[in-house]
């Protein structure tokens, strides 16, 4: 079977080593355009690097997802450059983290935010613009085996992911009279390949 997404333009959140870098390349080798998302710049401009290098297109898009102005900033980058957006993956995330006796308030509630919010800004932006457009596009939520059946040593981290999945059915419902697809993607645990 033949795929192509060839013309279509991808943005990925959290795009730095790993899981986010890996699909950005591989959306890249498919044919899309890619905008890769991450908080540190050097890791955003690194996945644009690593993209172009493999003959795709990409630019880097830094920013943090749980800023409604950088968000819509750094998608307006995208719209300018390319002109529109037809595939959001929601990766950005922060791993780690401890059990529930020992988490830190601080950080529980900063990686809840930045799925939480991460997930809500980009999805309500790329969506508004896709159903403004007519763009019959897709929304990818990268979700976990934690999401579905929490582990011990993590507790923030199981949290976040199993919203993200409640998440995902309702945002499909919200944005299927548009023709948008908001799906999640399950991977397990990857090597870092950077």
Known sequence: MEISLRNKV????GAGPNIGGGIALALARYGA????NDIDPTAARAAAARIERNDGTAIAIPGDV????QVTGYLRTVIDTWGRID?????AALLGGRGVLDESTEFFTRAVQVAALGNFLNTKHVGR?????GIRGSIVA???????SGTAGVIAYAFHKGGVNNFVRAAAMDLAPYGI?????????PTPDN
């Not at 355009?33 to 890769?36: G, M, N, P, T």
């Not at 613009?129 to 457009?133: G, K, N």
């Open 10 to 13: 991808a943005v990925v959140t």
């Open 33 to 36: 355009r890619v905008a890769c």
């Open 66 to 69: 749980t800023d409604e102005d």
């Open 87 to 91: 595939i959001l993956i929601n990766n």
């Open 129 to 133: 613009h896709m159903a403004e457009r």
């Open 142 to 148: 990268i979700s976990s085996s934690n999401g579905w």
């Open 181 to 189: 697809r908001v799906n999640s993607f399950t991977p397990t645990a």
